[in-house]
Antibody, heavy 129, light 107 residues
Framework: VQVVESGGDLVKPGGSLRLSCEAS????????MSWVRQAPGKGLEWVGR??????????DYAVPVTGRFTISRDDSITTVFLHMNSLKTEDTGVYFC?????????????????????WGQGTTVTVSS | DIQMTQSPSSLSASVGDRVTITCRAS??????LNWYRQTPGKAPNLLIY???NLRGGVPSRFSGSGSGTDFTLTISSLQPEDFATYYC?????????FGGGTKVEIK
């Protein structure tokens, strides 16, 4: 079971970039996937999540990236993408992709306890002029 | 958004020590709380899910407890590979949020 990110690069402020995360070893079409980033020397920051098509395929984003970033998936090539537009210097960092697992179904809330279970090694995005 | 506050932000300990890290949520999150460990230059890895459940393959020296707003991660006997940064994360509602991290250093 693994996920491998790619696509990180040096880009100028205002530019665009597309990151990819290729998955293997599990049934990708059933999986929820997440992107998390880490600025240099800082903590982890959730970027967004995409559900499986079976669960509606909906996407949620963190406030700082809403309207600029888009997460999509192509189940035929077991890959999730992070499309980043209008990049800012504060978007600089390592971007991690993760497979989300659902545990311990909660009958009251009708949902699982979700956790980011399998992580890639990350890909580095540098936004600088 | 739910704010997650970890304490301490860093601590020094020796191999074999018992270590406890706390995480507080700005509102009740039931048991929708996960813990991760990250060593320098590496990706995080999941240790505990749903506040107190050990992920498969994670050593039993790790344990988690709590519900509502207050949670703890305990390492019963610190090992060399445990010198790392630990993060809590709430999965109760989006946007998902992480605590600021607790760096465990060698004394």
């Amino acid at each position: 079971v693994q996920v491998v990110e790619s696509g990180g690069d040096l880009v100028k402020p205002g530019g665009s970039l597309r990151l990819s995360c290729e998955a293997s070893g599990f049934t990708f079409s059933h999986a929820w996937m997440s992107w998390v980033r880490q600025a240099p020397g800082k903590g982890l920051e959730w970027v967004g999540r995409i559900k499986s098509k079976n669960d509606g395929g909906t996407v949620d984003y963190a406030v700082p990236v809403t309207g600029r970033f888009t997460i999509s998936r192509d189940d035929s090539i077991t890959t999730v993408f992070l499309h980043m537009n209008s990049l800012k210097t504060e978007d600089t960092g390592v971007y991690f992709c993760s497979m989300i697992s659902g545990y311990n179904y909660d009958n009251r809330r009708k949902t699982y306890h979700y956790a980011m279970d399998v992580w890639g090694q990350g890909t580095t995005v540098t936004v600088s002029s | 958004d739910i704010q997650m506050t970890q304490s301490p932000s860093s601590l020094s300990a020796s191999v074999g020590d018992r270590v406890t890290i706390t995480c507080r949520a700005s509102q009740s999150i039931n048991t929708y709380l996960n813990w991760y460990r990250q060593t320098p230059g590496k990706a995080p890895n999941l240790l505990i899910y749903a506040a107190s459940n050990l992920r498969g393959g994670v050593p039993s020296r790790f344990s988690g407890s709590g519900s509502g707003t207050d949670f703890t991660l305990t390492i019963s006997s610190l090992q060399p590979e445990d010198f790392a940064t630990y993060y809590c994360q709430q999965s109760y509602i989006t946007p998902l949020t992480f605590g600021g991290g607790t760096k465990v250093e060698i004394k």
